[in-house]
């Protein structure tokens, strides 16, 4: 069974930063990455970064430059390093784990695993 258990979150203030982690459990088929997103009150959740199993990483537009994603596959986490944190940053930030599947006749990498979220609180 995969689990995913976040740490890290905390209250800051604005300008500060914080490293999240995501612990990853569990053997997962047609691996292919792993996510970070984020959901703010009232707020549909959004992505916030993700790194592919070659390595490459994305960032939302809002984080370019103040945020960076890692891995470590040793140890089977997953990090997100917050710098020059802003009160939109606010959220519970989610990790992600992903999987190729069928679609149409092709793979497609998708968020399959989520863990529970962490709280992190930025104020200004």
């Known amino acids: 069974q995969v689990q995913l258990v976040e740490s890290g979150g905390a209250s800051v203030q604005a300008g500060g930063s914080l490293k999240l982690s995501c612990a990853r459990s569990g053997y997962i088929s047609n691996y292919c990455g792993m996510g970070w997103y984020r959901q703010a009150p009232g707020k549909e959740r959004e992505l916030v970064s993700r790194?592919?199993?070659?390595?490459?990483?994305t960032y939302a537009n809002s984080v370019k430059g103040r945020f960076t994603i890692s891995q470590d596959n040793a140890k089977n986490t997953l990090n997100l390093q917050m710098n020059s944190l802003e009160t939109e940053d606010t959220a519970i930030y989610y990790c992600a784990a992903r999987r190729f599947r069928v679609s149409g006749g092709r793979y497609v990498c998708d968020d399959t695993y989520w863990g529970q979220g962490t709280q992190v609180t930025v104020s200004s």
């Open positions: 790194i592919s199993i070659d390595g490459t990483t």
